[in-house]
C-alpha cells in the first residue's frame, strides 16, 4: 500500500470499534490481485456471503462480490495494508447484523441510470464506490443506510448511519443525472464501464460488433461529447453505434 494511505489498524485505531459495532469486509473475486486467494489462506471460507445469492446471477462466480464480518484482529488486515490492488473491495463499520447488510446489498445488485438502462452497481470496487458516496455527500446514508464510516483503498469516509428500511428488490435505486454528470466530469470511467456493461447485458449483437478496445473507446467519446442532461442518453449510445455498424 502507498505510503500515504491509511492502514486498517491505524483507522481502527483512530476510531476504534463500540460495543455494538460490527467491521465489515465486501470483497470481490473479480480483482486481479486475487484478494479471496488470501482470505481463504488467514480466514477460511466459512464465513463469506456471496452477494448475488438468490438472484438469477447466483452462479456468477469468477465475479461475484462477498460479505465477511472480521474481527479487529484479522490477519487479513495485514494483506489489505499491503496490497497495491484498488478493485479488490473495502472496509465499513456498522451497527446492522450480518443478515441486515447482506439483504441491503443484494438489494444493490443493480441500479437505473439516467435515461432508464438497467446496469450493475460495482459497489464492491473501491475505485467507483468512493466517488459515488462522496459525490451523493449528506445523501449517501439514502443509498447505503447500513454503514456508519468506510475505508476505502487507504481513505477514510464518515457517513453517518442511516434509517434501515426492508430491502426493495432490484433495481430501486435510481442513479442522480447531478451525481452521474459529475462523476462524467471527474473521472468517466465509471459512466463508461456501465454503458459497456449495459450494451453487453442488453444490446449484445452491438457489443460484438466492435473489438472490445475500439468499443470502449467509441463509448468514451460519446460520454465525453454528449451531455447527460440528454433524453434517452442510451438510446443516443444505441443509435450512434448502429450508425457506425452500417457505415
Avoid at 23 to 34: E, F, G, K, M, T
Avoid at 102 to 130: C, N
Amino acid at each position: 500500500m502507498p505510503s500515504d494511505r491509511l492502514t486498517p489498524q491505524a483507522w481502527l485505531a483512530r476510531q476504534p470499534l463500540q460495543p455494538d459495532e460490527r467491521l465489515y469486509l465486501v470483497i470481490s473475486n473479480a480483482s486481479n490481485a486475487d484478494p479471496l486467494k488470501d482470505f481463504y489462506q488467514t480466514q477460511g471460507a466459512s464465513g463469506l456471503t456471496a452477494l448475488w445469492s438468490g438472484t438469477p446471477y447466483a452462479d456468477w462466480q469468477p465475479v461475484m462480490p462477498y460479505l465477511a464480518e472480521l474481527k479487529p484482529a484479522s490477519p487479513f488486515l495485514d494483506w489489505i495494508a499491503e496490497t497495491d490492488a484498488d478493485d479488490w473491495g473495502w472496509l465499513a463499520v456498522s451497527s446492522c447484523e450480518p443478515a441486515v447488510v447482506f439483504e441491503h446489498l443484494r438489494s444493490l445488485t443493480q441500479v437505473k441510470m439516467p435515461g432508464g438502462a438497467e446496469v450493475f452497481f460495482r459497489f464492491w470496487d473501491g475505485r467507483h464506490i468512493y466517488p459515488i458516496l462522496e459525490g451523493l455527500g449528506e445523501d449517501a446514508p439514502q443509498v447505503l443506510p447500513i454503514f456508519d464510516r468506510y475505508l476505502i483503498n487507504g481513505r477514510a469516509l464518515n457517513v453517518g448511519q442511516g434509517v434501515v428500511k426492508p430491502p426493495k428488490p432490484f433495481p430501486w435505486w435510481e442513479v442522480p443525472e447531478a451525481l452521474v454528470k459529475k462523476l462524467a466530469e471527474d473521472d468517466p470511467s465509471t459512466v463508461i464501464d456501465n454503458m459497456m456493461q449495459w450494451l453487453l447485458e442488453d444490446h449484445a449483437e452491438l457489443y460484438f460488433s466492435f473489438p472490445e478496445s475500439n468499443l470502449r473507446q467509441k463509448v468514451a467519446r460519446f460520454v465525453k461529447r454528449t451531455p447527460l442532461t440528454e433524453e434517452n442518453y442510451t438510446g443516443l449510445l444505441k443509435a450512434h453505434l448502429e450508425n457506425e455498424v452500417v457505415a
